[in-house]
């Protein structure tokens, strides 16, 4: 290392990188259950590849590769790249990190910081990253951050992309607001529900004299993080992902004492991520017109273009009356006589028999189309998939294994062959529900991104074709709502600690963006609810106050000033306003919230000044209340004498 960048490492001689391989997510079945994300080839060669090309570039001397899914093939894979000499193991070493246990991002980082293996900063990336970013520059900035401002936790690296740009998912489009230091004031990501208005707190411009606000940014998914990242994750449950992260610290800032900072790519410097299908196309346009470079793919495995924009792979053998346009082939591919592949994503060992078409879909390894068949709108066939003569595939998932979840009304295709179910409205939202079925629609590639920001968030033909299993898009508020439902019913039943349950409901607060009113709120009204209350043999009240007495750690971690009794008076009101049990002894639970130090004397009056006066729950008060008051009067005139 250079004297110049002597200071990059720090505490440490060497620069450190950590790459997350799972995505714990469900967004690449049905390849996901026999391909880790890590090794799904990505234009001829593993996606894990790539990254580890762009970290060696970068100057990254150690990686550590975190797994927590199909750790042998991660493994053989490093291994055997080791052992090949390629270009990545020549400067940079790989240690595999294996914890079948984790189940998020954030369950990750704790095990590490549990581990205590990273000496200073380094560089985070999340999966499927694929980049031909300089870090030097970014990690020397970071490090100036930091001596200025102790706080510095991370810097988020985000690239310029206009309105139409290729590689830019509508799924995770971004308004960041900053200070003239870039240091994050705001951050949200939009579009996911078609949001067309933003709420910037008032803050964010009292108290900046200079505020940038900008919307024209791609996610690289790379960050540089400061020693004291993982160490909040550890301290922080709630933190599973780090979007949680980045909420957090701008959420409880005071408290953390963590800020974020981000820096903008230009010019010829690109990254991204595979997040979705949607990405994965992308990313593959842009490797093949060598967008990244020096990331490129394989060139000993990458022939010159076939037909109209088609990338093929190595010893492909393709018929010359086959169409090909727009699509990226495979090594080993067999294609026969009068295919059709337009905007097709082959991937290695495949076998297309002749007159068969494949338009804007997915075919993964080792998989057979027979003669005659098509495959459209969106469609993924998984690997080791078997299709008979003349199959039709639209907008569906297909695998070679029998699912386990389905028994009687399974589709079978073929003897190798099973398309997944895709739920009903009325259907819980499964791993191969609606969620996926939006995200498929959007599996056009060129077409799509020669759209603007709104046509991309309007139903596009694809979208029409799915409206049969569309559900309407739950409010946030009341996602969250049934979230703390669920825990705190789990938590009863279980006898779980009430800090663990304020984690989970921390948790779904950060994931569902809700305002602390709202929290106040929906756990009071959570906890009268829930459904134990109403067992048979069981009078209400002694039912209720037992789950108050049980939750009452909960109600003191939320009711702690007046405005947060008054969420909790309101939400009294309310639930007693439709559940007659409640209404009918609400003197009795205000007597306990009061006597219990949740709830002053104070702001019971002043609620119930606003209490409509001719309202049932008004009347069932009224003793109460009056006793509050001649209590009042008493003790006035005590102080009097």
Request: negative net charge; contains cysteine; hydrophobic residues 35%.
């Amino acid at each position: 290392m250079s004297k110049k960048d002597s200071d990059i490492g720090q505490k440490s001689d060497i620069i450190q990188a950590v790459i997350i391989a799972d995505s714990f997510g469900n967004e690449f079945l049905p390849l996901s259950n026999d391909v880790p994300l890590m090794l799904l080839h990505l234009v001829n060669k593993p996606l894990i590849e790539y990254t580890l090309e762009f970290l060696s570039f970068g100057g990254v001397e150690e990686v550590f590769l975190f797994c927590c899914s199909h750790v042998d093939a991660i493994k053989e894979y490093i291994k055997n790249s080791q052992n090949e000499n390629v270009i990545w193991s020549q400067t940079t070493k790989v240690n595999i990190i294996i914890s079948e246990s984790c189940r998020s991002f954030g369950d990750c980082l704790r095990d590490l910081d549990a581990k205590g293996l990273l000496r200073g900063n380094f560089v985070l990336c999340e999966p499927g990253v694929v980049s031909n970013i300089k870090l030097l520059p970014i990690i020397k900035k970071h490090i100036e951050s930091s001596a200025k401002d102790k706080g510095t936790a991370m810097t988020l690296i985000y690239q310029e992309a206009g309105v139409g740009q290729y590689g830019r998912c509508p799924r995770e489009e971004i308004v960041l607001a900053s200070n003239s230091d870039n240091r994050v004031l705001f951050h949200k990501k939009i579009n996911y529900n078609n949001e067309r208005k933003i709420n910037f707190p008032l803050e964010v411009f009292l108290e900046n004299n200079c505020v940038s606000i900008q919307h024209n940014l791609k996610d690289t998914h790379i960050a540089i993080c400061s020693p004291s990242v993982l160490p909040l994750f550890s301290d922080n449950f709630d933190f599973q992902t780090r979007d949680d992260f980045i909420k957090g610290l701008l959420m409880n800032e005071e408290i953390l004492g963590s800020t974020v900072y981000w820096h903008l790519i230009k010019g010829n410097q690109h990254g991204g991520a595979i997040t979705n299908w949607r990405m994965y196309q992308a990313l593959s346009q842009e490797l093949a017109n060598h967008w990244f470079y020096p990331i490129i793919p394989d060139v000993k495995k990458y022939s010159e273009c076939f037909g109209r924009g088609a990338a093929v792979g190595h010893n492909c053998s393709i018929s010359e009356s086959s169409n090909i346009s727009k699509s990226i082939i495979g090594n080993n591919v067999t294609i026969g006589r009068n295919v059709t592949l337009e905007n097709a994503y082959i991937m290695s060992d495949v076998k297309i028999c002749n007159d068969c078409i494949v338009s804007n879909s997915i075919v993964g390894p080792k998989s057979i189309l027979r003669n005659g068949c098509k495959v459209t709108f969106g469609s993924v066939v998984g690997a080791n998939v078997e299709l008979n003569k003349e199959s039709f595939i639209e907008n569906s998932l297909v695998q070679s294994k029998r699912p386990e979840d389905d028994y009687d009304d399974v589709d079978k295709l073929g003897e190798r062959a099973y398309r997944l179910k895709l739920v009903d409205d009325d259907e819980e939202e499964d791993i191969v529900g609606n969620k996926l079925a939006r995200r498929f629609s959007r599996l056009h590639l060129d077409e799509d991104y020669a759209k603007s920001d709104d046509d991309s968030l309007e139903s596009s033909d694809s979208e029409d074709g799915l409206s049969h299993v569309h559900s309407p898009v739950p409010d946030d508020t009341n996602m969250f709502f049934s979230e703390v439902i669920d825990s705190l019913t789990r938590g009863f039943e279980d006898k779980l600690q009430c800090d663990n349950l304020i984690l989970e409901i921390n948790s779904s607060r950060y994931a569902y963006n809700v305002t602390l009113k709202e929290v106040n709120y929906n756990v009071i009204k959570a906890i009268l609810n829930l459904p134990f209350q109403h067992s048979s043999g069981q009078q209400y009240l002694p039912a209720l106050l037992r789950t108050l007495e049980y939750f009452s750690p909960i109600l003191k971690n939320y009711i702690r000033n007046n405005d947060a009794m008054e969420d909790c008076l309101q939400a009294i009101e309310d639930v007693a306003a439709s559940n007659n049990e409640l209404c009918e002894c609400i003197a009795k639970v205000l007597n306990w919230f009061y006597d219990r130090d949740h709830i002053t004397e104070e702001a019971i009056l002043l609620w119930y000044d606003k209490l409509d006066k001719i309202s049932r729950v008004n009347a069932r008060v009224v003793p109460f209340i009056k006793w509050l008051q001649e209590a009042e009067e008493a003790s006035s005139s005590e102080e009097s004498e």
